[in-house]
């Protein structure tokens, strides 16, 4: 069993930052994918970006590619994702979830946060 707590959600104008933390506890976090998924009002659960265990490899969205950058700090069981040159479009719940492959299909990933909300004002 794996325990994920997403911060650092907000209010931020178009064109600037926030950085997301995922903090895990309780099986080894090292031995997980770790993904950051977004959802939007109405919408489906959209993958963002996903970090292998070593964070050796990486894959992302093509909407956020160039934007946003996911990294992880195993000793600290801490999954990050940066975002910059937010545009309203990036508004959606983020949720970071643990899994076994980088894969950008929710249901590859078994453990998952409560999310937290970015919003961007043009």
């Known amino acids: 069993q794996v325990q994920l707590v997403e911060s650092g959600g907000g209010l931020v104008q178009a064109g600037g930052s926030l950085r997301l933390s995922c903090l895990a506890s309780?099986?080894?976090?090292?031995?997980?994918?770790m993904g950051w998924f977004r959802q939007a009002p109405g919408k489906e659960r959209d993958f963002v970006a996903a970090?292998?265990?070593?964070?050796?490899?990486?894959d992302y969205a093509d909407s956020v590619k160039g934007r946003f950058t996911i990294s992880r700090d195993n000793a600290k069981s801490t999954v990050y994702l940066q975002l910059n040159s937010l545009k309203p479009e990036d508004t959606a719940v983020y949720y970071c979830?643990?899994?076994?492959?980088?894969?950008?299909?929710?249901?590859?990933?078994?453990?998952w946060g409560q999310g937290t909300q970015v919003t961007v004002s043009s």
């Open positions: 970090i292998n265990w070593s964070g050796g490899s990486t």
């Open positions: 979830a643990a899994g076994s492959v980088i894969s950008s299909t929710p249901s590859h990933y078994a453990y």
């Open positions: 309780g099986r080894t976090f090292r031995a997980y994918v």
